[in-house]
Every structure is written in structure tokens, then in C-alpha cells.
């Protein structure tokens, strides 16, 4: 299969696939890299009576409560749910967009086939958010409902649930996550038509590992600081709020509405730096990593098609 054959375009095709797994790989690293910022972030998210310090003095003081394992608390099912979450995104979105002609590549094309793909995603992998955020936030104060977690893995978490509290629980946060969708979208489009500009500039010149680095960081900077109330919201629904003024089954809106009345516009930002640090850097890395690993699982099966 050289590089100067027919290029193996469509949804179901080997550039596709390895788009995917580069995704899903790059996605994993970069979790396991920075994953104590995503426990700092779901704890300020989710405990009310924590003050919302600087990212560091929080990781500070839950090492010192609780040990530095609790960093790390139910890791093993967050990247097995990322891995599978990108793997989907990146092999809908360049399935997609593997239909389209080159041409007709544009910021809207970008946006609108990374918001096919982010719809596609969440009612496919909801269920295994909805579980490790749970397994996350196991031994910590939490909605009475909800502490009494008999499980372990995200299969026994997804067959629990299911049993005890109703299919219709495997998908909470499906509103939050489906308006959510704006935030990969907004990415993706950012970053795509960024490196469209820079391979463009480059002509046939290999980008440096840095600039991938960058863009990444810019896209999902852009992104989170647009989507974040949303994002808060979300991961209170998936794992249970604690208001006593709101029924258990709020929707987002009364979620929303409650914590603006009550706290205000920095309520709905609580947890945003730490989100922004693990988020900002772990999107940077993934795109470094994903387009190092696709460029390498091409180069040495002899098959070169332009990395758009």
C-alpha cells in the first residue's frame, strides 16, 4: 500500500480506523498525565463547602487529608471511558470528513461535522461518564442517594445503575452534554483551521512537535472558557447535587438558575482554573500525541496521506 496509490477514503476505511486509535491513544497519555488536575476540578465542582483556592494549595491539602492516592481515585475507569469516548469523536469525525472533498474544507464544514460527531459520542458513551464520576468521587460527601455504590468496574458500575436506579440514570447530564457538544466543536474547528493555516504557510515542510502543542492549547482554551458553566452543571447532574432547595431530579436550567441566585457568576465558574490547567494542557498533549502516533502508523506501513 505506498504512498502514491489510491487513497482509501470513507467512513469505513483504514485511515479512519487509524485516526481513531491515534486519538484514543494520545487522549489516554495525556489523561494519565495530568490526571490529579481533573480530581482537583470534580472536587471543587462538587463539594459545596470547599473553598475554591489556587489549583496547587488544593492538591496540597488533599494530599495532606486524604494521601496522594486520592489523586488518582478511579483512574482506571476514566481512561478506559476516554479512550473509548475519542475513539469514537475521532472515527466519526474523519469518517465524515473523509466524504467531504478537500475543497469544501472550511470553519463551518469543521464545526458542523465535529458537532455530528460530539451528538454521536454522548448518547453512545454517556453511561460510562456517568459511572466514573461516581467511582471518582467515591468516600467523598455526596447526595444520600448516591453513596451507596456497590461496585468497582465500569461494567458492574453500568449493570448497578441499571438495576437499582433506572436505565433512564445511565444517561444523566444527557441535556448538559448534548448543548456540550459546542465545546470539541469549537475545538476541533479551531484547531483544523489553525493547522490549515500553518501547513498552508509551511507548503510541504513538517510542522515541529511545539506548533501542534500550541494549537491544541489555543482550541481548547477557546472552547472551555465559552462552555464551562454547561460543564459544571453536567458533572452535577452525573453524580447528584446536594441543594436543598431543588428536588433530586432538577434539570439544568433549575441547576443553572440556583447556583447563579446563590452564588453568582463566580459560582458557575468554580473549579474553572483547575479545569482549564488539566484541560488546556491535556488537549495540547493529545493533539501532539495523536498526530505523532497517525504520522508514524503511516510512515511505516508505507501509506502517506496529507494529515489534515
Known amino acids: 500500500m505506498g504512498g502514491g496509490g489510491p487513497r482509501?477514503?470513507?467512513?469505513?476505511?483504514?485511515?479512519?480506523?487509524?485516526?481513531?486509535?491515534?486519538?484514543?491513544?494520545g487522549s489516554v497519555v495525556a489523561m494519565a498525565a495530568f490526571y490529579p488536575l481533573d480530581t482537583v476540578r470534580s472536587r471543587l465542582q462538587?463539594?459545596?463547602?470547599?473553598?475554591?483556592?489556587?489549583?496547587?494549595?488544593?492538591?496540597?491539602?488533599?494530599?495532606?487529608?486524604?494521601?496522594?492516592?486520592?489523586?488518582?481515585?478511579?483512574?482506571?475507569?476514566?481512561?478506559?471511558?476516554?479512550?473509548?469516548?475519542?475513539?469514537?469523536?475521532?472515527?466519526?469525525?474523519?469518517?465524515?470528513?473523509?466524504?467531504?472533498?478537500?475543497?469544501?474544507?472550511?470553519?463551518?464544514?469543521?464545526?458542523?461535522?465535529?458537532?455530528?460527531?460530539?451528538?454521536?459520542?454522548v448518547l453512545t458513551t454517556t453511561p460510562l461518564w456517568v459511572v466514573n464520576t461516581r467511582l471518582k468521587m467515591r468516600g467523598v460527601e455526596t447526595a444520600p442517594e448516591k453513596n451507596n455504590n456497590e461496585y468497582d468496574?465500569?461494567?458492574?458500575?453500568?449493570?448497578?445503575?441499571?438495576?437499582?436506579?433506572?436505565?433512564?440514570?445511565?444517561?444523566?447530564?444527557?441535556?448538559?452534554?448534548?448543548?456540550?457538544?459546542?465545546?470539541?466543536?469549537?475545538?476541533?474547528?479551531?484547531?483544523?483551521?489553525?493547522?490549515?493555516?500553518?501547513?498552508?504557510s509551511l507548503g510541504d515542510a513538517q510542522p515541529p512537535a511545539w506548533i501542534f502543542f500550541a494549537i491544541g492549547a489555543i482550541a481548547k482554551t477557546i472552547a472551555t472558557s465559552l462552555t464551562y458553566p454547561l460543564q459544571l452543571v453536567q458533572t452535577k447532574l452525573r453524580h447528584g447535587h446536594k441543594y436543598p432547595n431543588l428536588p433530586p431530579n432538577a434539570g439544568t436550567l433549575q441547576?443553572?438558575?440556583?447556583?447563579?441566585?446563590?452564588?453568582?457568576?463566580?459560582?458557575?465558574y468554580k473549579g474553572m482554573e483547575a479545569k482549564l490547567l488539566q484541560t488546556v494542557l491535556m488537549a495540547a498533549l493529545m493533539f501532539l500525541a495523536y498526530e505523532k502516533i497517525a504520522r508514524f502508523v503511516f510512515r511505516i506501513l508505507l501509506h502517506r496521506p496529507v494529515l489534515r
Open 8 to 25: 482509501n477514503r470513507g467512513i469505513f476505511s483504514y485511515d479512519t480506523l487509524v485516526h481513531a486509535i491515534s486519538g484514543a491513544a
Open 255 to 268: 441547576i443553572l438558575f440556583y447556583i447563579l441566585k446563590r452564588q453568582g457568576i463566580r459560582g458557575l
Open 153 to 200: 468496574t465500569l461494567y458492574d458500575g453500568i449493570v448497578h445503575i441499571w438495576r437499582y436506579e433506572g436505565l433512564q440514570h445511565l444517561w444523566a447530564g444527557t441535556l448538559p452534554s448534548l448543548m456540550l457538544v459546542m465545546n470539541p466543536a469549537i475545538q476541533f474547528m479551531t484547531y483544523e483551521s489553525i493547522k490549515r493555516r500553518v501547513n498552508a
Open 46 to 121: 462538587l463539594e459545596e463547602g470547599r473553598q475554591s483556592k489556587n489549583t496547587l494549595a488544593v492538591i496540597q491539602e488533599l494530599v495532606a487529608k486524604e494521601g496522594p492516592y486520592t489523586l488518582y481515585r478511579g483512574i482506571v475507569p476514566v481512561l478506559q471511558s476516554l479512550c473509548a469516548s475519542n475513539f469514537v469523536y475521532f472515527y466519526t469525525f474523519h469518517g465524515l470528513k473523509e466524504l467531504r472533498s478537500r475543497r469544501n474544507q472550511t470553519a463551518g464544514s469543521d464545526l458542523l461535522l465535529a458537532s455530528i460527531a460530539g451528538v454521536i459520542n
